[in-house]
């Protein structure tokens, strides 16, 4: 875990109230669930190896007294590892409250004990939006476009969004001849294709004990499904009965690319994409994943999940997001930031004033005059003058004020511009 | 804990956004902390009853087992009680890479193992600015009229800022006779007037052991400290020499009070308490407190703590923070716009339109059509149409749409107002 420092705050902010304006203006609402869930809903939320990085919440009094002389459970709460699962949870709480469908925006702290490494921290932030209750792809439709449309105004250029659908990976599974029991087995040693080559995929189902005429066929399947290699339009003619199968799902995730891409931002496109795999076991449909060139992995993820909600409550809803991993973005900003040396954060354009004031003086005409400049658009902060000022005015330069003001005999208010040194 | 719904969200986002850009204009910088501190840090902070509530959170792995085997400790990590003792810590940690002074704006969840009450929280938010490395008045003038700025841009009418010294507290109990050492107890008990008047303050002083002749002197004093009774002015009078002992600081007081006077918004005003004790125990000068007569308990309250940081490091820093109790703030704002019937949030002018379209239908047109709404300024959100359109009006109405449109024939949008009905 990390502290945040004036200026990292200030980039977030800026980023999360452009992303957070973007998203409103398609029609989400933000909501808020509590850091603490209870074990039983964390663990049993089929969110993978998720489960085994949460921070579990102590029980208190006589509770851990019971606990610890019975060798039963010492903790019945912990700290939500993302924010997909306490969704459900709101929603099956609280359905009746809330508008149907709920279009929900959801941004804040979330906790895995993960092993310290570089750019991974124990808490860091997700931004999500989900669309509940809306079986149709005009869920699909919405959250791509307000993601890709909130990247792109953060100046991510080149933005691709590939898309999938677990059914077809399951299609494409049942093609291969892998039974359905090996189907999850299939879907994680696939998902690693990017990291491991098409030669680490099939060895690792191979050591997994799957069946070898199915990884055979898999085998010469491959090249063709690869980054570039199939069209969607493809599909029918290579996998025939096994794509009928799946009902209306080529029909449908067509039509999501089609009206996506005649609609998504100048410079940004969706594209189908047969190796897509995303982790979490709970996804059920489409399945998508932003990226842009410049940066290596990817920027946020997201699909449909229309089975989660009815294991809390005695009906399916249809459920569907997409998440950005906003740390990841935080850094690309910060990384661009430096590289063009422009200031990071969007919207700093109040002039940061120093008004210099007498330790001992009156303060009054110094709050008056900075009172009226407040009025025009300035941040003004008093700052009591020190003997070296020369010394002073570097310092507050390199903390980003812009300029500084003192007040003359009359209580009148003389600012100047402060110059932030170039390095030497 | 509890869920927060779109509309409580929304009010609070607003007053967040609010408080925030005024802090900014007076030079206060967000920064952030982690939830997760040392058990170490919060046990040792001089919290008071706080360091009783704090959740723990479980050890992990062989650091568990380890801890269940020898009967060590389980947890040595806490969630946050309050946001100024991770301050303290935060600024130990980075003040070489921070300005200074730091002025530092802090709004985010704290988190105490209340018993659950009405209007208690488990998981509350806090909302603080703090000033450190100031030892003059300016931090304090600047903190209370930020805040009295920020409170009364929120519609607070008629704010007060009650203003003490806990040297001057310290004066009165030496001049009544109360040992140094009795101190802390005479303040716990002087704490509790409001609640428990003048002869429960003396009755609780005399059931934990007192000096009797001190409870004596203080019964005498009490009636011209109280509410009114008593101006700054008058006090060297009242006090004579244990005044003079405390050195500047009556001087100091009474220019806070003259120049945050001057300065302050209009309809809102500081006044000195000599009543005025706030519970915790970190505080080592000027304390103060915001309420509005329109409720019953504070809205803010604050002080200077100039011994914290230096437990941390080799060298006192001076601080000083005031905090908006966030939770109650916006149980006022909710009820002052359940009675004018107005909303409660600021800034919703834009208008909330819901663009109906069939399931199966194609979405070009009306994506094309949302997306010169948005641009100018409407909040647009597809909904599928449902067969009984008037029952789906109305609901659109009760959850906040001002309007829905539809895409004709030819592709032109057409925009009609959505009325929410009266109660009938």
Same mark, same amino acid.
């Given at each position: 875990m990390r502290d945040l420092l004036p200026a990292e705050v200030e980039l977030r902010d800026a980023a999360t109230q452009e992303i957070l304006a973007v998203y409103r203006t398609f029609g989400y609402q933000r909501i808020e669930t509590p850091a603490l869930e209870s074990l039983r809903l964390l663990v049993g939320s089929d969110g993978g190896e998720n489960e085994k990085l949460i921070f579990k919440v102590l029980k208190r009094g006589e509770d851990l007294d019971a606990a610890l002389r019975s060798g039963?459970? &010492? %903790?019945e709460h912990g700290l939500r590892f993302d924010l997909t699962v306490p969704l459900a949870r709101y929603y099956a709480e609280n359905h009746a409250r809330l508008p149907d469908p709920l279009k929900a925006i959801q941004i804040g702290p979330v906790w895995r004990a993960e092993r310290p490494q570089k750019g991974r921290f124990r808490q860091f932030t997700q931004c999500d939006i989900d669309v509940l209750?809306?079986? =149709?792809?005009v869920a699909e439709v919405e959250l791509i476009l307000a993601t890709a449309e909130a990247l792109t105004r953060l100046g991510l250029a080149d933005l691709t969004v590939r898309v999938n659908d677990r059914r077809l990976l399951g299609a494409i599974a049942r093609h291969c001849g892998f039974l359905e029991s090996a189907q999850s087995g299939f879907f994680i040693a696939f998902d690693k294709l990017d990291k491991i080559g098409p030669e680490g995929v099939l060895s690792e189902l191979r050591g997994d004990g799957a069946d070898a005429a199915a990884v055979a066929r898999f085998e010469r399947l491959l090249p063709t499904l690869q980054?570039?290699? &199939?069209? &969607? !339009? %493809?599909l029918p003619g290579l996998l025939g009965a096994d794509v009928a199968a799946v009902g209306g799902v080529f029909e449908s995730l067509a039509a999501i690319l089609r009206t996506v891409n005649q609609a998504m931002p100048a410079g940004a496109r969706v594209e189908f994409d047969p190796t897509l795999v995303r982790g979490?076991?709970?996804?059920t449909g489409t399945i998508f994943e932003a990226t842009s060139p %410049?940066?290596? =992995? =990817?920027i946020a993820g997201g699909g449909r999940y229309d089975k989660m909600i009815g294991r809390m409550i005695n009906r399916d809803v249809p459920a569907c997001g997409f998440s950005i991993g906003f740390e990841r973005l935080i850094g690309m900003l910060t990384e661009r930031a430096q590289v063009s040396g422009a200031p990071a954060a969007a919207g700093a354009g109040a002039r940061r004033v120093a008004f210099l004031v007498d330790e001992?003086? !009156?303060?009054t005409p110094a709050l008056a005059a900075s009172r009226a400049l407040r009025a025009g658009g300035d941040q003004v902060s008093l700052q009591v003058k020190r003997k070296n000022l020369g010394k002073q005015l570097e310092t507050l330069a390199t903390h980003g004020f812009t300029a500084y003001a003192t007040c003359e005999a009359g209580g009148t208010p003389i600012v100047k511009p402060l110059m932030r040194r170039g390095r030497d």
């Open positions: 039963g459970e &010492l %903790a209750g809306v079986a =149709s792809g980054k570039g290699g &199939l069209s &969607l !339009d %493809a979490m076991g709970y996804y %410049a940066y290596p =992995s =990817s001992q003086g !009156d303060l």
